[in-house]
């Protein structure tokens, strides 16, 4: 057989993989999900319960190790590049039980040297001495829900803590750990293109060193989808969106992500293990995993509820539903996290860290390039300006023609317990 035929044998052959086949499997990140909350907010989707007795924090610290040692045979031998500490609110656990679970992590599982840990805070839980046992246990990323330094937007989105407490975590934060991001948003009831810069320069009195902001969405199953708060119209919201936009750009601040702006070498690895197709297993109640092996990749859910959680947990079964990922889904998954990177991602990134060809959506590629939604780049998948504004239209250019139901979906970015941050 001469080498052309040869190559085109090689290349039907992968272009008709049913299953994926892996070289190195993907970069590991570890999500730990702990669900409770002060008080449930009126946008939040996400698994989380008002905490209205004591928290069963010891229990749950021992149900988290043991959740992460039923996982170990499906990770054996693989390092973690970063461990995000999510919610729900984290910082209601004591620093004495952020301790023991990153101890219990430690001895399970093997860390980078220099891996990249998170926890998620609210400033409603701020104490100073809180903040510094968080650090002296190994916490070197503090993520803080400030959503608004406006006392009427906070009261707006029944948000537990005041602009004075944003104020204090703020700051005690910045002196404490080695980054730190602000989680704000925009677009909020009653909110002006004003009031929307005045919390952004707000935020840059603190010059952290990351920011995070989310556009308000009413989301199916809150109390704002319910009852719809009055919001601003979409040219005001984009109006916002500009101006942060250009306002953190002469800042200094790169928007590496979709919602994600940073100084260098501060980007989120977590977030960027997500958005770059790696994997990470999720332990705790509700939480997600995203797993590959040799020629497969599974993703699993935990069970949702606490109680039942930690009932399953004894009981051995802590994961409620696992599935895998098909040929048909996996170019759409792919392309859902990649394309929110503004560097876009390397075409041989698409096989490393699916185990399929690229030739699975080189149609939908060219369509999109037509479309001018992708740059026309032969070695880079990255969207173009206007690919970046209309990010929906293009990621539904990559859903399977099996799926057309999905295509009308107003929403399709959905990161409950995975640990991004929003």
Not at 148 to 174: I, K, N, Y
Not at 187 to 199: H, K, N, V
């Amino acid at each position: 057989m001469n080498a052309d035929k040869s190559a085109t044998v090689v290349a039907f052959s992968a272009s008709t993989l049913t299953r994926p086949k892996f070289k190195a499997l993907p970069p590991l990140s570890l999500y730990v999900h702990i669900p409770w909350c002060l008080k449930k907010c009126p946008y939040c989707d996400f698994n989380s319960h008002e905490a209205r007795d004591d928290l069963p924090e010891g229990a749950y610290v021992d149900a988290l190790l043991a959740d992460l040692e039923f996982a170990l045979p499906s990770i054996w031998g693989r390092k973690v590049i970063s461990v995000f500490i999510g919610g729900g609110t984290p910082s209601l656990f004591s620093p004495e039980s952020i301790n023991q679970l990153l101890s219990g992590i430690r001895a399970r599982v093997p860390l980078y040297a220099d891996v990249e840990i998170t926890l998620e805070a609210n400033p409603g839980t701020f104490e100073r001495a809180k903040f510094a046992g968080y650090y002296a246990a190994g916490i070197n990323r503090l993520s803080i829900g400030i959503q608004s330094f406006d006392p009427r937007h906070l009261q707006a989105l029944g948000r537990v803590h005041d602009a004075d407490e944003a104020r204090r975590a703020a700051e005690a934060a910045m002196m404490m750990f080695d980054t730190v991001n602000f989680d704000l948003m925009y677009a909020l009831p009653g909110q002006t293109l004003d009031d929307a810069r005045r919390d952004l320069e707000s935020a840059l009195e603190f010059s952290p060193p990351h920011l995070s902001f989310y556009h308000l969405t009413l989301e199916p199953n809150t109390l704002f989808h319910r009852y719809p708060p009055p919001l601003p119209d979409d040219d005001t919201a984009a109006d916002m969106e500009e101006m942060i936009d250009n306002v953190l750009s002469r800042a200094g601040y790169f928007h590496y992500e979709t919602s994600a702006y940073a100084r260098p070498e501060h980007e989120c690895r977590h977030n960027l293990n997500y958005w770059r197709f790696g994997d990470y297993l999720g332990i705790g109640a509700g939480a997600h995993s995203k797993l590959s092996f040799a020629d497969a990749i599974l993703r699993q859910m935990r069970w949702k509820q606490p109680r039942q959680y930690l009932a399953r947990v004894a009981a051995g079964a802590p994961v409620q539903e696992e599935a895998e990922v098909t040929r048909a889904d996996v170019g759409f998954e792919f392309m859902l996290n990649a394309l929110r990177l503004a560097e876009g991602a390397p075409t041989s990134l698409f096989s490393e860290r699916t185990g399929f060809p690229l030739s699975l959506v080189t149609r939908e590629i060219e369509i999109a390039s037509r479309k001018g939604l992708l740059e026309p780049e032969p070695a880079l998948i990255r969207p173009t300006a206007l690919g970046r504004r209309f990010l929906n239209d293009l990621q539904q250019i990559f859903l399977p023609d099996t799926k057309p139901e999905r295509k009308q979906g107003a929403s399709i970015i959905h990161f409950e317990a995975t640990g991004i941050e929003r």
